[in-house]
Every structure is written in structure tokens, then in C-alpha cells.
């Protein structure tokens, strides 16, 4: 499998962690809150990318290398992560908990995969499919219309004890995916801080093998790497307990083609023996 | 990198959810003060209150139980005190995976001691059977092999304390049913059998004859792999795969382990792959006491072409399907045909939580036949919370239920065949619930 690099001309960032810094655009759009005089979720959405400097890095960088600290809190459980995208539509990423192996997952522009030391290798299928799209492509973190149908603000809602601007997502349903049956899983929830202006959390339906489970994700202490803002810390919350991220790096390397080659296992399960993908690279 | 992790902490957390026994070691008694003593207390009853799957909490009160308790709890002087106090509080609900683990027994607090102190044992398996510990299996070469124990033998004293009177206390105290009364004394016996390395104990058999044998033995290296996984205790965890030749002309394979843990993946997958070509497949699961409840969906997959509902796990306010996650790529990278063949699965009431859930699940998909004796019931996931004082609450998030269905907690794995351990078959070498599932697996086409 033989990875082109030379399309890979801007980096693909993490969707949903927008670093967004205040500006005076957002305090407007705080006053205007005020006053019941709500800014679009376009607006919000536009404002962040400029004023964390997101939009300007998808502009100048082509990878993201992140790395840092997972923790099952409360359970004993402490590990690493690492994760890297390149645009369009690149990801791999890797979990490593003790006592519980690397879980990888990965999308190549084509197959979406998880190697788990549980459960096995698979290729994923339908929304989990469509989930792991839109975590690789730029599209959904500059929340396009090439990604999604709805793109809405929802009015001001407290979130973990903030006032926030509530934005409504739904992404469009990928090939063969019932759009109706899909509706819950493609809808997804973000908050962003009313006074501060940053993405503060999110919450959505993920779609497993196990079943859909209803996910938030709670962001923090937003620290600058190289000229963009990143929230350090990302607090899962589920009905089991809560994982706890926390970034400890962000890099912006020349893109590594080898790092989103699907591994041989997947490689066996679907067919292929090429590399597969966006067809711009 | 939302999605991503929200995908992702489903895995993991269904990875991570406890399906198994801890075994707490002794504690080192500790006095502590009344306002250290409440806390421990009001976070184990604010997280069960939060976290419970049954917001009746199985029939218990638990307001008033709190308001009961606090009392006894504002005067606890000493850490042995206030557990007996949580003890109460989690026995209350009589349900399976709440349990306190002493903050003496968590790998953190132990350091490098934690496998060093349990690490040691004699080389034989218990089974409690109509009041009698009997000698289940003997590892060859192992202490008790040397000093001629047999399976079959009945151990009836362990330093000095005598079997027979613990069935007493451990039953009237618990109300235990006869299997939770089986296990209770069983783990009794094995807290002191199994320590530190060297260490020697006289031990009372009665052998073939019943005639009384007192024994001397030092304990050896266990024959396992020492695994941590998160607070709780060490686990030391033992596999085994042969293959088995049958009258019919057919050959079969065996696997046996004892903990759904990640060192047993490789072995498993490995096994399986060596056993494609066989006529059939035994899973031995008794004496395996659970584990990570992930591992479950993977081991099934292997017996499956398509995913399958084993079962769901019933949390406050939502579900998580258990799903058999086809292996259809083998452990060298090569396309591979799930294992197509009869598959026996062999239990008893030593088979615990993850165990239970593949053996029920399994069952209730129709992929199984299972032999054996009523496993524990004994199946609630969960996860652990470490305490104000330090100990960690082993705690139940979930029901499981099959996919026919069945609640298994209290209730245990029904064999479709039940074949009843007997003394006499340990004596004559026997092992007759897997000669019965031999048989059966030759009868399949």
C-alpha cells in the first residue's frame, strides 16, 4: 500500500475541538445574548475557527501528531494515547491502557478499522463508518455543508454549570444509510462558553458494536501549541465512569503516508492489497 | 477527535467493566477518625445510590439503610470496624460484585509485594461437594504431586483449622445458598493455601482409604501468569489446550483458563487456530472466575460468521449489547472461516460473571451445548471506585441478560446436561462431564 503526500495540503485537525479564543466578535455575541439577540451558529462557528487560529493552521499545516494521558478515573487504569491526521481525510490513532493492550483505530479515506486485543479486528459499517468520516475529514471541523445538512443554533443552555451557545449538528448520511433510521446517530450537540467564546463540550449518540451510547464530552484547560489553542483536558462521561484525556503534545509534522496504512489484518478482511482512500492524495 | 473518543470509551469501557471474584487479602487493622469514617461511608453509599442499575435497589431501603447505618458508622474507631459496617451495608443487597477491597490488597498500596505475597501455592484445586473439600485436580510436579496427593482426596485441615466447622458460620452468617456456600469455602481454604513463596503448612487429608494423612508442604512458584488490572488484587491466571482423540475415531480440542484477561487472548486465538481442522471444541470454564467482559465477545466471535446478540448488559437509564464479534481474520493476518464445528462448554459452580455471561450467552444463541453443574450466578459487571480511607467498592453497574432473555444473576448457567461431580470420579481419574461432552460432540454430524 503506497500513500501519495503530495495532495496532503493542510492539515485535518481534531473535529470539535475548536479552540476558540475571545474576541471582540464573541463578546458582541455575549451582548447580544443579553439581549435575546443571538449570534447564528455560523457565526459562533466562523468567529472560533479565526479567533483560535484553527482556520489559519488547517490553512498552513497538512498533519496533526498529538500524544498524551488516558485514565479511567477512579478504577486504577492509566495509559497513553497518540493520534495523527493528515487532510483530507486521514486518522490513526492509538489507546494503551494497562492491563488492556492498544486498541487502534484508523480511517484511510476508504475503510474505517479498529484493532482491539478483545474484541479482534473489524471494519466498520454504517454510522460507526460515518462517525469515523467525519472525525478524519476537515469538512466537519469547519462544520461545511459538504458534511453536514443542519448546521443550527440552538439558544443559550448551561452546560457543566457555563452558559453556552447551544449548536445543533447533523451530519448527511453516507451511501446506503437509512437517512431517517440514522437521524440520532448523524445529530450531535455542541456547547460553546458564552463569556469565553471556547468549545466547552458535546454531546452525541456513538454508534458500536455494542449498541449506541450516549456520550458527553466535556473540554478544558486550553493551552497554545505553536499558535493554536488546544483543550488539554477531555472528560468522557458515561453512565460507567468517566475517561479522562489530556493532551500533553501537539505537533505539526510533514505528513507520514505509513501511519494510515490499514493494518495486514484489515487488510485480510476486506481485500484489499493497495493502498485505498481519498482520491486526491 | 470527539467521535473518536466516543466510540472508543465504549470500547474500552466495555472492555473494562469487571465480570469477576475478587479475592481481597488480609488487612492490617487501622485506627481512624469519625469524620474519615463517615466519608468513606457516605461516598460507597452516594456512588451505589448513583450508580445502582436498579433504582429499587434490589428491595433495600436505601435511605432508611443509610440513616440505619450512620450511627454504627460515627462509632467506628478503626478501619475493621467501619468495613464490617460497609460489609453490612453491601451484603443488604444481596446481590453479586459489591464488595470491598481493602486498601492493603490494591496493587498501588502494595507496590511490588503485590505479586511476591500471593504468588506462592501447592499445586492442587478444591471443590466443595456435600460438605467435604475435595482435591479437584493436581498439577503434575507441583508440591502436592510430589507428596502423593490424588485428586479425590478430602483436605480437612489447614493449620490446624478444621474444614468442617467453617460451614457453619460462613452459611448461617450469609444466608448462602449451597453454590455461594460451595465457593465460600472453597476461597476460604485457598486464601490459605495460596501465599507466600517457601512458606510450609500442615495440611489433614483423608485419602482413597479415608484413612487420615497429615502433610507437610512448602509452597512452590504457582504455575500462572501474575496479571494487574487496575485496584483490583493480582490475579494469576492459568491456560491449557490439548487435543483429545475420542472411540468414534473423531478428535477434538480442549481449552481451559482462568480469567477473561488480556494475556489469555493470544493463547486462546492460537489454540483455535490450531484447532480448525478438529471435530469439535471443549471449552472448560470451570474454575474460571470472569474478568474484563470484552474479552467475551472476541472468544465468541470465533464460533460465529456473522455478530450475534449474546446478551445485554442493562445499565441505570441505558443498555450495552454483548455481541460476538466474528474472528474472521486468523492470528498470523490471514483470512480464516469461524470454526464451523459442535462446541461444548463445560461448567460448574466454581464459573463465575464473565464466564456466565459467554456460557449463557453462547446458550441462548444455540452455539453451545453445556455440560456440567449450575455455574455460580454470579454475574453483574462492574467497576471499582477507590474510598476516601483508601479501600477500593467493587460495585455493579449492569444486569445481564441472554438474548433468550434470561437473567442469570442468582439464577447461574443451566447446563443442558447436568453432570454432577462425584468423589468417586475424582478417585477413579474421571472426569465425566467432559466424557459427556466428548460423546455428544461425536454424536454431531
Same mark, same amino acid.
Given at each position: 500500500m503506497k500513500i501519495r503526500t503530495?495532495? &496532503? &495540503?493542510l492539515l485535518v485537525a481534531l473535529?470539535?475541538?475548536?479552540p476558540v479564543a475571545a474576541d471582540a466578535a464573541l463578546q458582541e455575541a455575549v451582548e447580544a445574548a443579553a439581549v435575546d439577540a443571538i449570534p447564528s451558529a455560523r457565526e459562533v462557528i466562523d468567529r472560533a475557527l479565526e479567533a483560535t487560529g484553527m482556520r489559519a493552521r488547517l490553512e498552513s499545516d497538512k498533519a496533526v501528531q498529538m500524544s498524551g494521558r488516558v485514565e479511567f478515573e477512579g478504577m486504577g487504569l492509566e495509559g497513553s494515547f497518540e493520534r495523527y491526521s493528515a487532510r483530507p481525510n486521514l486518522l490513526y490513532m492509538r489507546v494503551s491502557l494497562s492491563g488492556m493492550g492498544d486498541v487502534e483505530t484508523g480511517y484511510d479515506g476508504k475503510t474505517g478499522w479498529v484493532v482491539h486485543p478483545m474484541l479482534g479486528p473489524y471494519a466498520m459499517e454504517g454510522a460507526e463508518l460515518l462517525q469515523m468520516q467525519l472525525q478524519a475529514t476537515e469538512e466537519s471541523v469547519l462544520k461545511t455543508p459538504a458534511a453536514f445538512e443542519v448546521v443550527e443554533m440552538m439558544g443559550v443552555e448551561t452546560f457543566e454549570e457555563r452558559s453556552c451557545f447551544k449548536v445543533k449538528l447533523v451530519a448527511k448520511a453516507i451511501e446506503g444509510m437509512d437517512a431517517e433510521a440514522s437521524l440520532a446517530l448523524r445529530t450531535s450537540y455542541e456547547f460553546y462558553d458564552?463569556? =469565553?467564546?471556547?468549545?466547552v463540550g458535546t454531546r452525541s449518540t456513538a454508534a458500536t458494536p455494542m449498541g449506541d451510547s450516549e456520550v458527553t464530552l466535556v473540554l478544558g484547560d486550553y493551552k497554545d501549541f505553536e499558535g493554536t489553542k488546544w483543550p488539554t483536558t477531555m472528560v468522557q462521561k458515561m453512565p460507567m465512569g468517566r475517561l479522562k484525556f489530556t493532551i500533553d503534545s501537539a505537533q505539526y509534522p =510533514?505528513?507520514?503516508?505509513?501511519? &494510515?496504512q490499514l493494518p495486514e489484518a484489515i487488510r485480510a478482511l476486506t481485500g484489499e492489497t493497495e493502498a485505498s482512500g481519498s482520491e486526491d492524495r | 477527535m470527539k467521535m473518536t473518543l466516543d466510540r472508543w470509551i465504549a470500547l474500552w469501557i466495555g472492555a473494562a467493566l469487571l465480570s469477576c471474584h475478587a479475592t481481597p487479602a488480609e488487612a492490617e487493622p487501622r485506627e481512624l477518625s469519625e469524620a474519615e469514617a463517615v466519608a468513606t461511608f457516605e461516598e460507597a453509599w452516594q456512588v451505589i445510590h448513583e450508580t445502582h442499575f436498579d433504582t429499587e435497589f434490589n428491595g433495600v431501603d436505601w435511605e432508611a439503610l443509610r440513616v440505619e447505618l450512620l450511627p454504627e458508622v460515627r462509632a467506628a474507631r478503626s478501619e475493621a470496624e467501619l468495613r464490617r459496617v460497609l460489609g453490612d451495608m453491601l451484603g443488604r443487597?444481596?446481590?453479586? /460484585?459489591f464488595a470491598l477491597i481493602p486498601r492493603q490488597a490494591r496493587p498501588a498500596e502494595q507496590g511490588d509485594d503485590a505479586v511476591e505475597?500471593? !504468588? $506462592?501455592?501447592?499445586?492442587f484445586d478444591l471443590r466443595y461437594r456435600e460438605g467435604q473439600l475435595l482435591v479437584s485436580r493436581v498439577d503434575p510436579g507441583g508440591p502436592a504431586h510430589r507428596a502423593g496427593v490424588h485428586p479425590g482426596?478430602?483436605?480437612?485441615?489447614?493449620e490446624g483449622q478444621r474444614? #468442617? #466447622?467453617w460451614k457453619d458460620p460462613l452459611g448461617a452468617a450469609k444466608g448462602l445458598g449451597e453454590r455461594a456456600l460451595a465457593n465460600r469455602i472453597r476461597r476460604r481454604a485457598e486464601g490459605l493455601l495460596? $501465599?507466600?513463596?517457601g512458606e510450609e503448612l500442615e495440611l489433614t487429608f483423608q485419602d482413597a482409604s479415608d484413612d487420615p494423612l497429615q502433610l507437610t508442604l512448602a509452597r512452590e512458584q504457582r504455575q500462572a501468569v501474575a496479571h494487574s488490572f487496575g485496584d483490583l488484587p493480582t490475579f494469576y491466571l492459568r491456560f491449557e489446550s490439548r487435543d483429545l482423540d475420542h472411540a468414534s475415531g473423531k478428535s477434538f480440542g480442549l481449552i481451559h483458563f482462568s480469567n477473561w484477561f488480556l494475556p489469555m487472548v493470544k493463547p486462546i486465538d492460537e489454540a483455535i487456530d490450531r484447532m480448525r481442522g478438529r471435530d469439535g471444541i471443549v471449552l472448560d470454564?470451570? $474454575?474460571?472466575?470472569?474478568? !474484563?467482559? !470484552?474479552m467475551t465477545m472476541g472468544t465468541a466471535g /470465533?464460533?460465529? #460468521?456473522q455478530r450475534a446478540e449474546l446478551g445485554v448488559q442493562e445499565l441505570r437509564g441505558s443498555e450495552m449489547k454483548f455481541m460476538a464479534m466474528?474472528?474472521?481474520?486468523n492470528a498470523s493476518g490471514q483470512r480464516v472461516t469461524p470454526f464451523q464445528g459442535p462446541v461444548a462448554v463445560l461448567v460448574d459452580e466454581t464459573t463465575g460473571s464473565a464466564s456466565e455471561i459467554f456460557a449463557g450467552g453462547m446458550q441462548s444463541a444455540g452455539r453451545v451445548r453445556v455440560f456440567g453443574e449450575t455455574s455460580a450466578g454470579a454475574v453483574l459487571p462492574a467497576r471499582t471506585t477507590v474510598l476516601p480511607n483508601g479501600d477500593s467498592l467493587l460495585h455493579a453497574l449492569g444486569d445481564f441478560v441472554t438474548?433468550? $432473555?434470561?437473567?442469570? #444473576?442468582?439464577?447461574g448457567v443451566v447446563p443442558d446436561e447436568e453432570i454432577v461431580l462425584t468423589r468417586a470420579d475424582l478417585l477413579a481419574g474421571r472426569d465425566a462431564a467432559l466424557e459427556r461432552a466428548l460423546d455428544w460432540m461425536a454424536s454431531q454430524p
Amino acid at each position: 500500500m503506497k500513500i501519495r503526500t503530495r495532495s &496532503f &495540503f493542510l492539515l485535518v485537525a481534531l473535529p470539535c475541538l475548536l479552540p476558540v479564543a475571545a474576541d471582540a466578535a464573541l463578546q458582541e455575541a455575549v451582548e447580544a445574548a443579553a439581549v435575546d439577540a443571538i449570534p447564528s451558529a455560523r457565526e459562533v462557528i466562523d468567529r472560533a475557527l479565526e479567533a483560535t487560529g484553527m482556520r489559519a493552521r488547517l490553512e498552513s499545516d497538512k498533519a496533526v501528531q498529538m500524544s498524551g494521558r488516558v485514565e479511567f478515573e477512579g478504577m486504577g487504569l492509566e495509559g497513553s494515547f497518540e493520534r495523527y491526521s493528515a487532510r483530507p481525510n486521514l486518522l490513526y490513532m492509538r489507546v494503551s491502557l494497562s492491563g488492556m493492550g492498544d486498541v487502534e483505530t484508523g480511517y484511510d479515506g476508504k475503510t474505517g478499522w479498529v484493532v482491539h486485543p478483545m474484541l479482534g479486528p473489524y471494519a466498520m459499517e454504517g454510522a460507526e463508518l460515518l462517525q469515523m468520516q467525519l472525525q478524519a475529514t476537515e469538512e466537519s471541523v469547519l462544520k461545511t455543508p459538504a458534511a453536514f445538512e443542519v448546521v443550527e443554533m440552538m439558544g443559550v443552555e448551561t452546560f457543566e454549570e457555563r452558559s453556552c451557545f447551544k449548536v445543533k449538528l447533523v451530519a448527511k448520511a453516507i451511501e446506503g444509510m437509512d437517512a431517517e433510521a440514522s437521524l440520532a446517530l448523524r445529530t450531535s450537540y455542541e456547547f460553546y462558553d458564552v463569556e =469565553a467564546g471556547y468549545l466547552v463540550g458535546t454531546r452525541s449518540t456513538a454508534a458500536t458494536p455494542m449498541g449506541d451510547s450516549e456520550v458527553t464530552l466535556v473540554l478544558g484547560d486550553y493551552k497554545d501549541f505553536e499558535g493554536t489553542k488546544w483543550p488539554t483536558t477531555m472528560v468522557q462521561k458515561m453512565p460507567m465512569g468517566r475517561l479522562k484525556f489530556t493532551i500533553d503534545s501537539a505537533q505539526y509534522p =510533514a505528513v507520514d503516508g505509513d501511519r &494510515f496504512q490499514l493494518p495486514e489484518a484489515i487488510r485480510a478482511l476486506t481485500g484489499e492489497t493497495e493502498a485505498s482512500g481519498s482520491e486526491d492524495r | 477527535m470527539k467521535m473518536t473518543l466516543d466510540r472508543w470509551i465504549a470500547l474500552w469501557i466495555g472492555a473494562a467493566l469487571l465480570s469477576c471474584h475478587a479475592t481481597p487479602a488480609e488487612a492490617e487493622p487501622r485506627e481512624l477518625s469519625e469524620a474519615e469514617a463517615v466519608a468513606t461511608f457516605e461516598e460507597a453509599w452516594q456512588v451505589i445510590h448513583e450508580t445502582h442499575f436498579d433504582t429499587e435497589f434490589n428491595g433495600v431501603d436505601w435511605e432508611a439503610l443509610r440513616v440505619e447505618l450512620l450511627p454504627e458508622v460515627r462509632a467506628a474507631r478503626s478501619e475493621a470496624e467501619l468495613r464490617r459496617v460497609l460489609g453490612d451495608m453491601l451484603g443488604r443487597l444481596g446481590q453479586s /460484585h459489591f464488595a470491598l477491597i481493602p486498601r492493603q490488597a490494591r496493587p498501588a498500596e502494595q507496590g511490588d509485594d503485590a505479586v511476591e505475597r500471593r !504468588a $506462592g501455592g501447592l499445586g492442587f484445586d478444591l471443590r466443595y461437594r456435600e460438605g467435604q473439600l475435595l482435591v479437584s485436580r493436581v498439577d503434575p510436579g507441583g508440591p502436592a504431586h510430589r507428596a502423593g496427593v490424588h485428586p479425590g482426596w478430602i483436605l480437612s485441615e489447614i493449620e490446624g483449622q478444621r474444614v #468442617e #466447622e467453617w460451614k457453619d458460620p460462613l452459611g448461617a452468617a450469609k444466608g448462602l445458598g449451597e453454590r455461594a456456600l460451595a465457593n465460600r469455602i472453597r476461597r476460604r481454604a485457598e486464601g490459605l493455601l495460596y $501465599g507466600s513463596l517457601g512458606e510450609e503448612l500442615e495440611l489433614t487429608f483423608q485419602d482413597a482409604s479415608d484413612d487420615p494423612l497429615q502433610l507437610t508442604l512448602a509452597r512452590e512458584q504457582r504455575q500462572a501468569v501474575a496479571h494487574s488490572f487496575g485496584d483490583l488484587p493480582t490475579f494469576y491466571l492459568r491456560f491449557e489446550s490439548r487435543d483429545l482423540d475420542h472411540a468414534s475415531g473423531k478428535s477434538f480440542g480442549l481449552i481451559h483458563f482462568s480469567n477473561w484477561f488480556l494475556p489469555m487472548v493470544k493463547p486462546i486465538d492460537e489454540a483455535i487456530d490450531r484447532m480448525r481442522g478438529r471435530d469439535g471444541i471443549v471449552l472448560d470454564l470451570r $474454575g474460571n472466575s470472569g474478568g !474484563a467482559g !470484552a474479552m467475551t465477545m472476541g472468544t465468541a466471535g /470465533h464460533f460465529f #460468521e456473522q455478530r450475534a446478540e449474546l446478551g445485554v448488559q442493562e445499565l441505570r437509564g441505558s443498555e450495552m449489547k454483548f455481541m460476538a464479534m466474528p474472528r474472521l481474520v486468523n492470528a498470523s493476518g490471514q483470512r480464516v472461516t469461524p470454526f464451523q464445528g459442535p462446541v461444548a462448554v463445560l461448567v460448574d459452580e466454581t464459573t463465575g460473571s464473565a464466564s456466565e455471561i459467554f456460557a449463557g450467552g453462547m446458550q441462548s444463541a444455540g452455539r453451545v451445548r453445556v455440560f456440567g453443574e449450575t455455574s455460580a450466578g454470579a454475574v453483574l459487571p462492574a467497576r471499582t471506585t477507590v474510598l476516601p480511607n483508601g479501600d477500593s467498592l467493587l460495585h455493579a453497574l449492569g444486569d445481564f441478560v441472554t438474548s433468550d $432473555g434470561t437473567r442469570l #444473576e442468582g439464577r447461574g448457567v443451566v447446563p443442558d446436561e447436568e453432570i454432577v461431580l462425584t468423589r468417586a470420579d475424582l478417585l477413579a481419574g474421571r472426569d465425566a462431564a467432559l466424557e459427556r461432552a466428548l460423546d455428544w460432540m461425536a454424536s454431531q454430524p
